[in-house]
């Protein structure tokens, strides 16, 4: 399970304006914002991103000046292949060392859509075990052996929350690293992608 809320899509015109900087071009900028704001590309400044686009990375700097800001929940197995992606992005997170303990398990708090039968009543007992945990460091924090347990034991299942900003370059690798993975979290990730402003000219390029 994983779901992408909250996206925002930064800075299209600096990145285009600096993308005409080594030939002077400004004069050709052609893009306009819409009535709600969006940045539209037109004809002169679309052509050259694309082509920027396509020269590969040493051509296309402006893409990292294109930011995307969006809000993922996804299970910490998922979370420690993305984290593979350092270098340009940053992420805040929930804290599971700090709140674990502030609201009751469920399983709603755990990516278990693709378990079977078996499957769910493994995770079921571990829930009921973290949840009488829970209550017993919640009745004596002084105790810290509840919290240990917990932490410990807390299934790679368990969604986590971050804010997550980085940009199209960044995008441009996870899309052709991750589009054929086996975890199901990272095509959805993949339709993310395409879904986002001029994704097909500028991210999903070769």
Not at 136 to 143: A, I, R
Request: include cysteine; proline fraction near 2%.
């Amino acid at each position: 399970m994983i779901k992408l809320e909250r996206t925002s899509v930064m800075n299209f015109e600096n990145a285009i304006r600096g993308a005409r900087n080594p030939l002077n071009s400004w004069d050709r900028m052609d893009s306009v914002y819409d009535e709600e704001g969006n940045y539209i590309l037109g004809e002169n400044d679309l052509g050259l991103a694309k082509r920027l686009a396509s020269a590969g990375s040493d051509h296309r700097k402006f893409l990292r000046q294109i930011i995307v800001s969006v809000d993922i929940t996804a299970p910490l197995y998922w979370w420690k292949e993305f984290d593979t992606y350092k270098v340009g992005t940053v992420a805040n997170s929930t804290s599971t060392m700090h709140k674990i303990h502030s609201k009751e398990f469920d399983r709603s708090d755990f990516s278990c859509d693709r378990l079977d039968e078996g499957g769910l009543a493994a995770l079921d007992a571990i829930i009921v075990y973290l949840e009488e945990q829970r209550k017993l460091f919640c009745e004596d924090k002084t105790n810290r052996q509840p919290w240990h347990n917990m932490i410990q034991l807390l299934p790679s299942s368990y969604n986590q929350m971050r804010t997550v900003t980085m940009n199209y370059e960044n995008l441009i690798n996870m899309y052709y690293a991750r589009k054929t993975h086996k975890l199901a979290e990272w095509h959805t990730y993949c339709d993310w992608i395409e879904s986002l402003p001029y994704a097909k000219d500028l991210i999903i390029i070769k």
